[in-house]
Each structure stands twice: as structure tokens, then as C-alpha cells.
């Protein structure tokens, strides 16, 4: 069955320290998409990445980072250096090429809610 | 650029009132428009899908309903409201290039007193 888990419900942390949410996932596909959104405390949804199943290669964008591993289906994502306009809802979320219908329906995990003390 | 508007932002409305809810999206033809509902908990619950004018896709059975008269355009609604009606509903879409990502317009927060 296809599952994302955020086993992280909610981490707290001081400006400036480096912080990880993790994600693992679980699909009966061999071609998929996973995903990394954030949802501040506005609560639009904010699109941060899609890495797909073929492509292992870590992503670097300013202080966000993601590992990528398929051995342990793990889409991990880090922030360095956190910052207090970091707080938010993360969620992590699969979508699966030939189950997922051509709408391409996505499934989140329950999403962790990171708090960034100054 | 691709733009999702929804309204009303908020609403507060009384059980067994209707609702109608609004999604509409610019800049982009024929992309497929989806209704999430996030509650209390904070977990994403897809409600309806949709790939075309009049083709309308549910997930989950409800008292709520959802049409799509236009390209872009994306309604939801109800005939009665029910206190677990209440929640935060997103519209999104996918298409133009990649079927796979979506992208959230700002939601409209639904209060059912």
C-alpha cells in the first residue's frame, strides 16, 4: 500500500541550528514523485520540491537541503541555519506514476510542525 | 503566471445551510483542479479531483459536491452543512508541464456553528 509517514508530530528549535524533518515513505510503484511543501501560518500551501524515483541525487537550494534514499525510502529534508520565518507545517508527499491515476493524486503525510524560537 | 484565487477567505455558516465555495485558476489551459479538506488534525484529505469540464472525480463520500462548469473554474458545495464540514479547503491544480506537481491556491477557512 502506498503511505507517507512524518513520524515527527512537532520539533521545536532556536534560531540558527540546523534541523532535519524526516519522511518514509512506502509504494507498490516503480516510478514516482515525491514531494516537499510547506504551509505557514497563513495556510496556503507552498510547492518546495519533486524529486523523482530515478533521480537519487541530493538537492541543495540555499539553506534547504534533501536526501534522497531509495534503500531506506527516505526523503529527508534539512534546514541549516534555521530561521524564525521558517515555523511552519512540512509535509512530505508521494505520488505515483502508474497508481496515481494521469491526475497524478498525491499523498501526504500528516505533515510536522517545526517551530523556530528566536 | 499560474494563479489560484479562491473565496470567500473565511465563512462562518450555520448546520444544514448550503455552501458554495469558489476555485478559479489563470494562466493555464486545461489543468487538472483538485478539493482538499484540512481538519483540526492537520492532515490533507482529497476530496474531488478533476481532469475536464464536467468530469468530476470524488474520493471520499459526503454530503458535499463538486462541479467544474469551466475550464478553470471549480466549485464545491453542499446542500446541508454538517459540524464536521468545518475545516480548511484548498483548491490546486497540476498540469502545464508536469502532471505531478500541484499547486495550492490560499483557502478558504469554513466554520460550521
Known amino acids: 500500500a502506498q503511505k507517507v509517514t512524518q513520524a515527527q508530530t512537532e520539533i521545536s528549535v532556536v534560531e540558527k541550528e540546523d534541523v532535519t524533518l524526516d519522511c518514509v515513505y512506502e509504494?507498490?510503484?516503480?516510478?514516482?514523485?515525491l514531494f516537499w511543501y510547506k504551509q505557514p501560518p497563513s495556510g496556503e500551501l507552498v510547492f518546495l520540491i519533486r524529486?523523482?524515483?530515478?533521480?537519487?541525487q541530493n538537492e541543495i537550494s540555499g539553506r534547504y537541503s534533501w536526501n534522497f534514499q531509495k534503500s531506506t525510502s527516505s526523503f529527508n529534508f534539512t534546514i541549516t541555519a534555521s530561521q524564525v520565518v521558517d515555523s511552519a507545517v512540512y509535509f512530505c508527499?508521494?505520488?505515483?506514476?502508474?497508481?496515481?491515476?494521469?491526475?497524478?493524486?498525491?499523498?501526504f503525510g500528516k505533515g510536522t510542525k517545526l517551530s523556530v524560537k528566536p | 503566471s499560474q494563479t489560484i484565487h479562491q473565496w470567500p477567505a473565511t465563512l462562518v455558516q450555520p448546520v444544514g445551510s448550503p455552501l458554495s465555495l469558489e476555485c478559479t485558476v489563470e494562466?493555464?489551459?486545461?489543468?487538472?483542479l483538485y478539493w482538499y479538506r484540512q481538519a483540526a488534525g492537520r492532515g490533507l484529505q482529497l476530496l474531488f479531483y478533476?481532469?475536464?469540464?464536467?468530469?468530476i472525480s470524488s474520493e471520499v463520500p459526503q454530503n458535499l459536491s463538486a462541479s467544474r462548469p469551466q475550464d478553470r473554474q471549480f466549485i464545491l458545495s453542499s446542500k446541508k452543512l454538517l459540524l464536521s464540514d468545518s475545516g480548511f479547503y484548498l483548491c490546486?491544480?497540476?498540469?502545464?508541464?508536469?502532471?505531478?506537481?500541484?499547486?495550492f491556491g490560499p483557502g478558504t477557512r469554513l466554520t460550521v456553528t
Open positions: 478533476s481532469v475536464g469540464i464536467g468530469q
Open positions: 509504494t507498490r510503484d516503480t516510478t514516482y514523485y
Open positions: 524529486r523523482n524515483s530515478f533521480d537519487e
Open positions: 490546486a491544480r497540476s498540469g502545464g508541464g508536469s502532471p505531478y506537481e500541484q499547486y
Open positions: 494562466g493555464t489551459s486545461n489543468p487538472n
Open positions: 508527499a508521494l505520488s505515483e506514476k502508474n497508481y496515481g491515476g494521469s491526475q497524478g493524486n498525491l499523498i
